[in-house]
């Protein structure tokens, strides 16, 4: 298995997660309605985690919380390869436009819930510092900078 694919993989399962975890999203009065529907719950029996229209049952918002704790784990232990490390910061660099992204860093290093702080405490500066340079010379032969 490449080591891309590990990295792909791993954010296709916590998005299945993501997706089919009990929470909803409502901008309305109609919006709550069927998202309380949805939810098999009453309005009291609901209140928002994020603060951006989500409505969660209470009684699930330990299992959210567990649920985005064990991705951060599994991202974590999967990023000690250094090789997966490095495929997977190139493909959020190309994802993100990193060449022409004034945010570049910020949105990829989001990716993986890091700042160039945490980057360097992970030991993982010079397989960025490495996508990177692997980036840019892809931009330059491609024309883009």
Known sequence: MSQLKK???????HEKELTDFPMKYAFSD?????????LDAKEEECTS????????RKKDIPNWFNMIKRHKDELDELMKNHDVAYEAFLYEMNNHEYAINWEGDADVLGC??????????????SEYRRAQ???????QKNGVI
């Open 112 to 125: 993986f819930g890091m700042s160039e702080k945490t980057l360097e405490e992970k030991g993982l500066l």
């Open 30 to 38: 109609e919006g709550l309605d069927k998202a309380l529907k949805e």
């Open 7 to 13: 990295y792909l993989d791993l954010r296709k399962k």
């Open 133 to 139: 340079a692997t980036h840019y010379k892809s931009m």
């Open 49 to 56: 985690i994020i603060g951006c229209g989500d409505v969660i």
